[in-house]
């Protein structure tokens, strides 16, 4: 799976949108973008993912620029409640290994009331 | 629908015993994937299972490491022998087919060992 860079912490102004990056230049033609969060001592939450076209969900908005070097997590009105780390994750779509899950540091998003 | 469930949710081991983590993975899931966290690190794949069945088991250790789903029953992550490296967070994943988009993660149990 492809390597991913995220800063690691980054502050939100509760109800302002909250832009989350994410590079991963080596990203092979066949590889997802996943993100998932973890609120302090839970289990990771899936949140979406997409291949090439933007995504939207209730969650959040997934921006992949044309050449899918990188990625933004948009959450639109993020909320105290949002705070957590938020992991960027490639991961191939089918045969070996395309089960695994490989997290990296991720970033701290704090929602400042 | 009840989630995935873990427990114990904190365990408590002294050097040189041994530690079980169990997993029931949520209804209609029969693949269950187990994850480890180091302090301050993401998770990191260990191993995955189906019924009866280890897939791949190629993040263990290759020591004192074991899990086992069977038929009946929740999964079982077994260490033996615990070290003081092996404290970390045991998260465990289920669903109902291996490239199914969502693994829907349970709550985790805290292993301490002192």
């Given at each position: 799976?492809?390597?991913?860079?995220?800063?690691?912490?980054?502050?939100?102004?509760?109800?302002?949108?909250?832009?989350?990056?994410?590079?991963?230049?080596?990203?092979?033609?066949?590889?997802?973008?996943?993100?998932?969060?973890?609120?302090?001592?839970?289990?990771?939450?899936?949140?979406?993912?997409?291949?090439?076209?933007?995504?939207?969900?209730?969650?959040?908005?997934?921006?992949?620029?044309?050449?899918?070097?990188?990625?933004?997590?948009?959450?639109?009105?993020?909320?105290?409640?949002?705070?957590?780390v938020y992991y960027c994750i490639v991961r191939v779509d089918s045969g070996a290994g395309s089960y695994q899950l490989t997290f990296g540091k991720g970033t701290k998003l704090s929602v400042i009331p | 629908n009840a989630g995935v469930m873990q427990n114990p949710r904190h365990l408590v081991r002294r050097r040189g015993q041994e530690a079980r983590l169990r997993c029931s993975p949520m209804k209609g899931h029969s693949h269950v994937y187990w994850y480890r966290q180091l302090p301050e690190e993401g998770l990191k794949f260990m191993v995955y299972l189906q019924k009866e069945n280890i897939i791949d088991e190629s993040g263990m250790p290759?020591?004192?490491?074991?899990?086992?789903?069977?038929?009946?029953?929740?999964?079982?992550?077994?260490?033996?022998?615990?070290?003081?490296?092996?404290?970390?967070?045991?998260?465990?994943?289920?669903?109902?087919?291996?490239?199914t988009y969502e693994q829907y993660f349970g709550p985790g149990t805290r292993l301490t060992v002192t």
């Open positions: 799976d492809a390597k991913t860079t995220q800063p690691t912490s980054m502050d939100c102004a509760e109800g302002r949108a909250a832009n989350l990056p994410c590079n991963h230049s080596t990203i092979s033609g066949n590889e997802y973008v996943y993100w998932y969060r973890q609120i302090h001592s839970q289990g990771p939450q899936y949140i979406i993912h997409g291949l090439k076209n933007n995504e939207t969900n209730e969650m959040a908005s997934l921006i992949i620029t044309e050449d899918r070097k990188s990625s933004t997590l948009i959450l639109p009105h993020a909320t105290l409640r949002d705070t957590a | 290759k020591e004192r490491f074991s899990a086992e789903f069977p038929k009946e029953g929740p999964s079982i992550l077994r260490i033996q022998q615990v070290v003081r490296g092996d404290s970390a967070a045991y998260f465990c994943a289920s669903s109902p087919s291996p490239t």
